[in-house]
């Protein structure tokens, strides 16, 4: 549960070390902070956040997860995301495909849309449990505002290294166009005596819009780097949340940016035998924005598109609604037909020569 004390990350499990971003620097926009998030940007898509200011709105939408989570599945059901590809309210466990083979996730997630927190008491996309609705001023709104104002500051400093003209990517994420940004609490249950890690408790997947925003306490989360063959942790550290680009940055940028696979497998060793929560605020395209790179606008995207081997891959034709609601929908297991219909839940994953 949140805010016990929890074993350490074991020492003898191998990590991938993520670079580290300094929040407060890139907000004075000091030069080495942003090529150090360049870096990150551009090679893995991960990296560490700290200076973010968030951990008293973090602790709070962790409390709104267990408070979620302890209601009855019958009452939490009533909320469910249902399977025509809409992202928010419930996810029960088992809801969604982890392969190509059907192999069922293990994780409940309560996922809260940011037009819905912003508006609220006015509804735009659905309704949510009496928990989420009890702490939607207090706790989910602010951790919301703060979590889109991190994002976008990080966005801006990309949009401006990626020579796009001032506001190109902020007017491609305007906070009042509906989208599927959206906050998710995610618990998955204990795996005491150490389930194989190939049971994933989260499929192999990239990030299906354009800036994660992420916290958690356990290991668990895997990372696939570029040119490895194993997929190595990432080790969580106090007070550093972790960020990753996702699908739509790499299509906006014609492949510059990375959105790298990643999963989620119980956590290593002792800390197996503990509850796993983490939160995550996505950042998303609005729901009308074409995905497709900006080249017209910047010489550098231009001049990666050029050096494409297709342009199929990243002129994709989609619009961020379709993108999205295609990918949520194809990993749910009750639209499965057969590894055909994880194949096209996928994104990014399967386009290794964008990157
Ligand atoms: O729980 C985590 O550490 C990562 C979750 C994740 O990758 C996701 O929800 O997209
Ligand atoms: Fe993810």
Excluded at 286 to 303: F, W
Aim: aromatic residues 8%; hydrophobic residues 35%.
């Amino acid at each position: 549960m949140p805010g016990l004390t929890l074993p350490p990350f074991p020492e003898d499990v191998p990590t991938h070390p993520l670079l580290v971003v300094d929040y407060q620097r890139i907000k004075a926009r000091d030069e080495a902070e942003i090529d150090t998030l360049w870096k990150a940007a551009t090679e893995l898509g991960f990296w560490y956040l700290k200076n973010h200011g968030v951990n008293e709105e973090v602790n709070g939408m962790f409390d709104m997860g267990a408070e979620t989570m302890r209601l009855p599945l019958d009452e939490k059901m009533k909320y469910e995301q249902g399977d025509e590809g809409m992202s928010f309210g419930y996810k029960a466990a088992g809801a969604n495909a982890t392969d190509e083979t059907g192999n069922l996730d293990t994780v409940e997630f309560i996922n809260v849309s940011k037009d819905d927190a912003l508006a609220w008491p006015k509804v735009v996309h659905r309704t949510y449990p009496s928990t989420v609705n009890a702490r939607m001023e207090s706790t989910i709104e602010p951790f919301i505002r703060k979590s889109l104002e991190v994002n976008n500051t990080l966005l801006a400093v990309l949009n401006d290294r990626l020579g796009l003209p001032v506001g190109a990517l902020a007017q491609r994420h305007k906070v009042d166009e509906p989208s599927g940004s959206e906050s998710r609490v995610i618990k998955n249950p204990p795996r005491p005596g150490g389930i194989s890690e190939e049971k994933a408790a989260i499929g192999a997947h990239t990030d299906f819009g354009s800036l994660s925003f992420l916290h958690n306490r356990l290991g668990g989360l895997q990372v696939l780097v570029p040119g490895a063959e194993t997929w190595q942790y990432v080790r969580p550290i106090p007070g550093h949340a972790i960020c990753n680009l996702g699908d739509a940055m790499t299509l906006f940028s014609g492949g510059i940016l990375r959105s790298n696979l990643h999963r989620v497998v119980p956590p290593p060793k002792e800390q197996g035998n503990y509850e796993r929560w983490s939160l995550v605020f996505f950042t998303r395209p609005g729901n009308s924005i074409e995905l497709r790179p900006l080249a017209d606008e910047s010489r550098l995207i231009a001049e990666a598109v050029e050096k494409l081997p297709s342009r199929d891959t990243l002129f994709t034709g989609a619009t961020a609604k379709d993108w999205f609601a295609r990918r949520i929908k194809n990993q749910r297991i009750k639209n499965r037909t057969g590894p055909e219909t994880w194949k096209a839940s996928r994104g990014m994953e399967h386009k290794p020569e964008a990157a």
